[in-house]
């Protein structure tokens, strides 16, 4: 069995993180967001992999060359964005036809007993109830509990049973066939080929697809859920522990992720903060933030930000958004 993972989008709600790096390597509670679904989908069994890269995509390859020599990968490129069912279309020839496959989309963290879903011979969709599930695909189940209907981003949603990126599908050579038709047919919803409407083609030629529930989701599209995913899984266990150095001139107020390699000088660090590699801070405050790698920061009060790699930033401020490479001055030392 292979796992899928489209990781081509230009993830333009993350602007400007993304302009330099792809969204799947935001770090997140001292890894990237890719990093956390990797060790996830391993840890349940998986060793084959094909990435669907685009934007940046030569960091993906890089990422996963280095952190994971252990896994059998390929990559498929996407130079244009039509869609999740046109990126899984692209990847056909790496997956054959009566091998299962396992579809991650690569923005998306999540928590579930994958090796008990992977053992079902049944097709199976993630799927956690939302408030408003009109942002998503939607699962409308008949009363045995299979999935009658699946619709892309509904204007009226008859169900808040919303797929949450996360797909086991065994037909794997009627999923191709249907992929095939909808793109040869050129039959798109919201001007996108979604992979929705090929696993709606799947049950119309006879395949029951159920569904799975998905603890906890996290749909890392924007800076405000994943500074939320920075904050919930900085509170589980297993975290490395603070540098006993750090706390002779700071206070560290867990739960933080601080890397090895960062310096920290007379500073107030925490709780929720994630600090990446050779990162500088000094005689500042930082709480519920992501600071990348090699970023340095300076007389500062920062809450709710997300800090790029080899950003600057000295003076007083509250909430930031700030992407790799910027320097900003805002009334600190030397301004």
């Not at 130079?79 to 056909?92: P, Q």
């Not at 997956?95 to 090796?115: A, H, K, S």
């Not at 599209?221 to 150095?245: A, S, W």
Request: some cysteine; aromatic content about 6%.
């Amino acid at each position: 069995m292979k796992a899928i993972i489209p990781v081509a989008g230009i993830g333009s709600r993350l602007k400007p993180h993304t302009t330099t790096q792809p969204k799947s390597l935001i770090p997140v509670a001292g890894k990237p967001i890719l990093g956390h679904i990797m060790d996830t989908l391993i840890e349940a069994g998986i060793s084959d992999f094909v990435f669907i890269i685009g934007h940046l995509g030569d960091k993906i390859e890089q990422y996963i060359s280095e952190h994971y020599t252990g896994v059998n990968s390929s990559f498929v490129i996407q130079t244009l964005g039509k869609g999740t069912g046109h990126a899984i279309w692209l990847a056909r020839n790496e997956v054959q036809d009566d091998e299962p496959v396992l579809i991650v989309l690569g923005d998306t963290i999540f928590e579930t007993d994958l090796r008990s879903v992977l053992a079902q011979q049944v097709s199976s969709l993630g799927v956690k109830k939302v408030e408003d599930p009109r942002q998503f695909g939607v699962a409308e189940l008949n009363e045995e509990g299979s999935i009658r209907r699946l619709v892309e981003k509904p204007a009226i949603p008859k169900s808040n049973l919303a797929l949450v990126g996360l797909y086991y599908i065994r037909e794997t050579a009627l999923l191709k066939e249907c992929l095939e038709y909808n793109i040869t047919n050129d039959i798109r919803t919201q001007n996108e080929f979604h992979l929705t409407d090929a696993l709606q083609c799947m049950m119309e030629k006879g395949v029951a697809l159920r569904t799975f529930a998905v603890e906890n989701w996290f749909d890392c599209g924007k800076k405000e859920i994943i500074l939320q995913t920075n904050r919930n899984l900085l509170r589980r266990e297993g975290l490395p522990d603070v540098p006993k150095e750090l706390f002779n001139s700071n206070i560290i107020i867990p739960p933080v992720y601080i890397s090895p390699s960062a310096k920290i000088v007379n500073s107030i660090i925490g709780p929720d903060v994630s600090i990446g590699e050779h990162a500088d801070i000094s005689r500042s405050v930082v709480k519920n933030s992501i600071i990348g790698q090699n970023a340095q920061i300076q007389t500062a009060i920062l809450e709710n930000s997300l800090i790029g790699s080899d950003a600057s930033l000295t003076g007083a401020v509250q909430s930031m958004n700030i992407g790799d490479g910027a320097e900003m001055n805002l009334g600190g030392e030397n301004a």
